[in-house]
C-alpha cells in the first residue's frame, strides 16, 4: 500500500517543536538522504524508539521519495508487510497515527535549524497527516 504523508513545513515553527526549519538547510538534508532513498534503504518504524538504528522489530514502511511543494516536505512511502506494517496499515486506518522525521544536528538558542541530518522516519501516535497516493 503507497501513502504520501506531509513530513514537515519549513520556514514555520514547528508545532511539536517549535524548531524553525529553514528551507535551504532542508533541501541540503533531502539531497544528502537521496542515496538512501535511492538504495531502496529508507526504512521507518513504528514509534519512536530513542536510536536512529533502524529497529527490526519496529520496521512498518520504506520511503520511496521525497519532494517539496512550496515550503512543504512530502515523502512517499510504502507500507512494508511486517508485523509492525501491518499494525501501522490498523492504525492507520481509524486515523490514530502520523509520520515524524528523526533528525539529528544542531540548532542555535533561537530554535533556527543550522543544519540536519535526516536518519529515518517515525509513525507515532497524532493526528494523521498521511494518505493514499493518487
Do not use: W
Not at 515553527?13 to 533541501?27: A, F, H, L, N
Amino acid at each position: 500500500m503507497n501513502k504520501t504523508a506531509r513530513l514537515l513545513t519549513c520556514n514555520t515553527p514547528s508545532p511539536i517543536t517549535g524548531r524553525i526549519y529553514p528551507k535551504d538547510v532542508m533541501e541540503k538534508a533531502v539531497e544528502d538522504y537521496q542515496a538512501t532513498i535511492d538504495d531502496g534503504r529508507a526504512f521507518g518504524e513504528l514509534d519512536n524508539p530513542n536510536s536512529p538504528p533502524i529497529s527490526l522489530d519496529h520496521i512498518s514502511h520504506r520511503i520511496t521519495k521525497m519532494f517539496f511543494e512550496d515550503d512543504i516536505l512530502y515523502v512517499d512511502l510504502e507500507m512494508l508487510d511486517t508485523p509492525a506494517g501491518q499494525d501501522l496499515s490498523r492504525l492507520l486506518e481509524v486515523g490514530a497515527a502520523r509520520l515524524t522525521p528523526v533528525m539529528t544536528g544542531h540548532v542555535s538558542d533561537d530554535g533556527i535549524v543550522k543544519d540536519i541530518t535526516i536518519e529515518k522516519t517515525n509513525f507515532i501516535p497524532g493526528e494523521p497527516n498521511v494518505e493514499e497516493k493518487q
